[in-house]
């Protein structure tokens, strides 16, 4: 319960992952995107005061690419207006 929700479901500790895709360009530019992701999640964590923090899981690259291919597949989900906002 202290993590994402996908698509609605789960948490709201941390974003919705359903349009994480689009949030960070996937559409404008799909590598662009790809590469911020794994930028993102290799950072974490960030270690900055006060803020949340998404632990690092040290996936492989082959692990980073299957996660980023999913969250561009969600994003492709017609989810009728959900969520109703770019953040989330």
């Known amino acids: 319960m202290n993590c994402h929700a996908l698509l609605g479901e789960g948490a709201y500790f941390a974003p919705e992952l359903g349009n994480v895709w689009v949030r960070y360009g996937g ?7 790809r590469m911020g992701l794994k930028a993102w999640m290799r950072a974490q964590p960030t270690g900055v005061a006060g803020r949340r923090q998404m632990p690092q899981f040290n996936l492989t690259e082959q692990e980073l690419d299957d996660l980023i291919d999913f969250l561009e597949w969600t994003s492709r989900i017609d989810t009728l207006g959900w ?6």
């Open 83 to 88: 969520p109703p906002n770019d953040a989330g």
């Open 27 to 33: 559409r404008e530019s799909p590598e662009g995107a």
